[in-house]
């Protein structure tokens, strides 16, 4: 079973950038898809991004949300067991907390809907000022 840890996050002033790092425990990380979600105060949870697995550790699909395409860069890195979240060019409707996610799909299915994802991380807040 993969344990979820999510960190990295903080207050940042508009067009700052933060990275957030989801560290995972358990010796199968490398075959789950990986997402990112956020979640505001009075507002549901939401999908960020997403990076599927490949067998042969190469490239690996990803997808993102519309409202973070261009600015937000979803990557892993096997060895240590990681998926990172880049964001740049932060605006103040990206504060939420943020919550990594792993799904049991297919190689290079990358995951839109939280109902796929079986295992979360305790989130990490992200404050954008203006």
């Known amino acids: 079973q993969v344990q979820l840890v999510e960190s990295g996050g903080g207050l940042v002033q508009a067009g700052g950038s933060l990275r957030l790092s989801c560290a995972a425990s358990g010796r199968t990380f490398s075959t789950y898809a990986m997402g990112w979600f956020r979640q505001a105060p009075g507002k549901e949870r939401e999908f960020v991004a997403a990076?599927?697995?490949?067998?042969?550790?190469?490239?690996?699909?990803?997808h993102y949300a519309d409202s973070v395409k261009g600015r937000f860069t979803i990557s892993r890195d096997n060895a240590k067991n990681t998926v990172y979240l880049r964001m740049n060019s932060l605006k103040p409707e990206d504060t939420a907390v943020y919550f990594c996610a792993a799904a049991n799909t297919p190689s290079n299915i990358v995951a839109t809907a939280t109902t796929l994802y079986d295992i979360w991380g305790q989130g990490t807040q992200v404050t954008v000022s203006s």
């Open positions: 990076i599927g697995w490949s067998s042969f550790n190469t490239y690996y699909a990803t």
